[in-house]
Nanobody
Framework: QVQLVESGGGLVQPGGSLRLSCAAS??????IGWFRQAPGKEREGISC???????FVADSVKGRVTISRDHAKNMVLLQMNALKPEDTAIYYC???????????????????WGQGTQVTVSS
């Protein structure tokens, strides 16, 4: 059974940092994407990491977000720095079960989704 579990969200002041984690199980190949959805807005892809650890970061968060994989724990980490109020959203991780050297933050390939973790940036 495929399972994705996000953790690490919370309330943080502007300029602060958070590290989100995505634990994936039940998959042989795990290209992981991170998406977010703010109230009243469409879901937005922000970063991804392929099975061979190639990464992509969207322009909207470039320079503030780093994605990495902890192979020992089978987790993908999303480090977010210099957070802004507009980063407030529910953050989802998603998995593409097909092997891939590269990744993209378009929703189509991602067949499995976590339930999301809330990130609130506010003073």
């Amino acid at each position: 059974q495929v399972q994705l579990v996000e953790s690490g969200g919370g309330l943080v002041q502007p300029g602060g940092s958070l590290r989100l984690s995505c634990a994936a199980s039940g998959l042989e190949f795990t290209t992981i994407g991170w998406f977010r959805q703010a109230p009243g807005k469409e879901r937005e892809g922000i970063s991804c990491i392929s099975d061979t650890d190639n990464t992509f970061v969207a322009d909207s968060v470039k320079g503030r977000v780093t994605i990495s994989r902890d192979h020992a724990k089978n987790m993908v980490l999303l480090q977010m720095n210099a957070l802004k109020p507009e980063d407030t959203a529910i953050y989802y991780c998603a998995a593409d079960s097909q092997f891939s050297d590269f990744c993209a933050v378009i929703e189509d390939p991602y067949a499995y989704w976590g339930q999301g973790t809330q990130v609130t940036v506010s003073s």
